[in-house]
């Protein structure tokens, strides 16, 4: 299976990413989005982020050309018909992603590749809705996706070894180290994240520390380049969230159940970095750890 062509389903945080380090690595790409605004506002994240990255001296202005020159995108689900590769990257939700599984494979070639960005549902679910199971994985990728080396590749029980190998290829292809997992809630990464997450939380719902000494002691002690209350604010709280449901109807452990904090704070607006206040306040510029208003909520 030889992949010259790339789809992206999605064009927001991480599709863009993902669209972005396809085109880059010289593959043609092609992001869309269902409307117009939402796809200028993903293009214009991705180049964003390219000339930040150029100013720090992290990217080359070579791979803005490379970029500009092999993406393109679209609001028309049909502009994805003649690609190798399509690569999920909408909202975590199983109705909408079968619902655009089921369209697309009725557009696409018989011998193009199906892969799943989702990050807790199960790759099997998604490829149930196709007549093309063998040709269906997963693909995992992390935030911010063009500095993050790691992609999850996602094996379920159908999967063709051939298929399985050539995602495997194309991932390397873009410089990324891929991992191989079977098809089960979380993968590896967040079957591991989770409950270090909640963890984290249940931490400060004890008093144990404030936000920052329980940040400084995970990164001053373990190594962490980030302690676990800042990374939930990175994440989101809302997705860790949803993530934890989906994880509890799974596996029925307690672990990954969301302690009455999360809960409250996603129930407050409470987001995390993308709503302004989390665990730390990013309305004044640097981020100030949030105790005072968080006290409040216990």
Known sequence: ???????????????????????????????????????????????????????RGKMSEFEKRQVSTHLRGTIDLKDLKDCDLVIEAITENLEAKTQQWRELDQLCASHTIFATN?????????????????????????NPVPVMKLVEVVKTGKTSDETFKAALAWVKSIDKVGVACIDTSGFVVNRLLVPYLLDGIRAYEAGIA?????????????????????????????????????????????????????????????????????????????????????????
Do not use: W
């Open 1 to 55: 299976m030889q992949i010259k062509k790339v789809g992206v389903l999605g064009c927001g945080l991480m599709g863009s990413g993902i669209a972005h380090v396809s085109a880059a690595a010289g593959y043609d790409t092609v992001a869309r989005e269902v409307d117009d605004k939402l796809l200028q506002k993903g293009l214009g994240r991705l180049y964003g982020f390219i000339d930040k990255s150029i100013g």
């Open 210 to 298: 404030t936000v920052t000494d329980i940040d400084n002691a995970m990164m001053l002690g373990c190594g962490y380049p980030m302690g676990p209350l800042t990374l939930l604010d990175f994440v989101g709280l809302d997705t860790t969230h949803y993530i934890a449901g989906i994880m509890t109807d799974e596996f029925d452990l307690p672990q990954y159940r969301s302690p009455k904090l999360l809960q409250t704070m996603v129930e407050k607006g409470l987001m995390g970095k993308k709503s302004g206040k989390g665990f730390y306040d990013y309305s004044k510029g640097d981020p100030v750890p949030n105790d005072g208003e968080l006290k409040g909520l216990l």
């Open 118 to 142: 989702t990050s807790s549902l199960k790759v099997s679910d998604q490829a149930a809705a196709t007549k093309r199971p063998d040709r269906f994985v997963g693909m995992h990728f992390f």
